[in-house]
């Protein structure tokens, strides 16, 4: 159980116990141990919530690195492909001229 850090907590004690009936001791006590077992959940809570936001970022990180490195990789083909296709274009451009020059004759 999480320890509490109360100021004055054992002169506190002593005034509630002078002054308490039983059942008020006992509400405080039931009082106190919820009070425990929910800082103990909220402290659950914070530790997931901040691994759920480490795992995210590292979640979108491998993904840009991922695309990233995929372009690299594919670049080379890409240029390829672009050289390929300036090549069919200057090919298609002296077919024309060369439909050109035979309607000319």
Do not use: C
Not at 35 to 50: G, M, P, S
Not at 89 to 102: E, F, P, T, W
């Amino acid at each position: 159980m999480p320890v509490r850090d109360w100021r004055f907590e054992e002169d506190l004690h002593f005034l509630y116990n002078f002054w308490m009936s039983p059942e008020e001791k006992e509400l405080l006590e039931r009082v106190a141990r919820q009070l425990d077992e929910n800082q103990l959940l909220l402290k659950t809570l914070k530790t997931a919530y901040r691994w759920n936001l480490i795992l995210r970022v590292a979640y979108w990180v491998l993904i840009i690195l991922t695309a990233l490195g995929a372009f690299v990789f594919i670049q080379p083909y890409i240029s390829f492909l672009k050289g390929v296709s300036g090549d069919v274009k200057d090919g298609v451009n002296q077919a024309s001229d060369i439909r050109d020059l035979m309607k000319d004759l």
